[in-house]
T-cell receptor, first 114, second 113 residues
Framework: KQEVTQIPAALSVPEGENLVLNCSFT??????LQWFRQDPGKGLTSLLL?????REQTSGRLNASLDKSSGRSTLYIAASQPGDSATYLC?????????????FGTGTRLTIIP | EAEVAQSPRYKITEKSQAVAFWCDPI?????LYWYRQILGQGPELLVQ????????DSQLPKDRFSAERLKGVDSTLKIQPAELGDSAMYLC???????????FGPGTRLTVL
C-alpha cells in the first residue's frame, strides 16, 4: 500500500527566504505527483503536476522536482512572501486494484514571518 | 474560470442524525471524487465515479455512507446515522479531458455533536 510522508510537519521562515518542502513515497510505480496548497478551512488548489517521466515542473516562484527511483519529491519556493503561508500537500497517483488513485501526505504547514 | 461547487459549506448535526452533501463538478468532467479530510491529515478517497458508475468505493463505510451520481453530473454523499468520528472536511473533486489534474471544491465542514 502506498504511503506518502511529508517532513517537516510545520515550518516557519522569515519573509524573503528560499525554502524547500519534502515529500517521500514508498512505491515508485506512480503515474504522477502533484503538489497542492490548502488555506485554513478551504479546499485544495493544485500548484504543480509532474508526470512520472518528468524530472521537474516550474510555475513562477515554485519549482517541484521528482526522483521516482528514490521515491522523493521537493517543492522549492523562492523569495517567500506572507501570502505563501498555507498547508502544502503532496499526492501521488498510482494504480490500486486497477483504479488510478491519489494518495496524499499529511502536509507541511508553512508560516512566512513578515 | 469553472469551479467545483459544494454545499453546504458548513454543517452541524447531532449524532444519529442524517446528513447529506452536494457536489457539482466542472462541466464536462466525467470523473468525480469524494474525499474525507480529518483535521491535521491528508484527504482520503471515499468514492470515485466515472460518469454515473462507481469505480472505487473500497474506503467508503457502506453501513452508514452512501453516494450517488444518478445522471453522471452532480453527486450527493449521505451519512446516516452520523457518528462523532465523522466530524471532518468532506471534499469533492473532478477531473476530465486530457488533464490528470483533479480540481477541488471548497469542501463541507461537518461537525457532529
Amino acid at each position: 500500500k502506498q504511503e506518502v510522508t511529508q517532513i517537516p510537519a510545520a515550518l516557519s521562515v522569515p519573509e524573503g527566504e528560499n525554502l524547500v518542502l519534502n515529500c517521500s513515497f514508498t512505491d515508485s510505480a506512480i503515474y504522477n505527483l502533484q503538489w497542492f496548497r490548502q488555506d485554513p478551512g478551504k479546499g485544495l488548489t493544485s500548484l504543480l503536476l509532474i508526470q512520472s517521466s518528468q524530472r521537474e515542473q516550474t510555475s513562477g516562484r515554485l519549482n517541484a522536482s521528482l526522483d521516482k527511483s528514490s521515491g522523493r519529491s521537493t517543492l522549492y519556493i523562492a523569495a517567500s512572501q506572507p501570502g505563501d503561508s498555507a498547508t502544502y500537500l503532496c499526492a501521488v497517483e498510482a494504480s490500486e486494484f486497477g483504479n488510478e488513485k491519489l494518495t496524499f501526505g499529511t502536509g507541511t504547514r508553512l508560516t512566512i514571518i513578515p | 474560470e469553472a469551479e467545483v461547487a459544494q454545499s453546504p459549506r458548513y454543517k452541524i448535526t447531532e449524532k444519529s442524525q442524517a446528513v447529506a452533501f452536494w457536489c457539482d463538478p466542472i462541466s464536462g468532467h466525467a470523473t468525480l471524487y469524494w474525499y474525507r479530510q480529518i483535521l491535521g491529515q491528508g484527504p482520503e478517497l471515499l468514492v470515485q465515479f466515472q460518469d454515473e458508475s462507481v469505480v472505487d468505493d473500497s474506503q467508503l463505510p457502506k453501513d452508514r455512507f452512501s453516494a450517488e451520481r444518478l445522471k453522471g453530473v452532480d453527486s450527493t454523499l449521505k451519512i446516516q446515522p452520523a457518528e462523532l468520528g465523522d466530524s471532518a472536511m468532506y471534499l469533492c473533486a473532478s477531473s476530465g479531458g486530457s488533464s490528470d489534474t483533479q480540481y477541488f471544491g471548497p469542501g463541507t465542514r461537518l461537525t457532529v455533536l
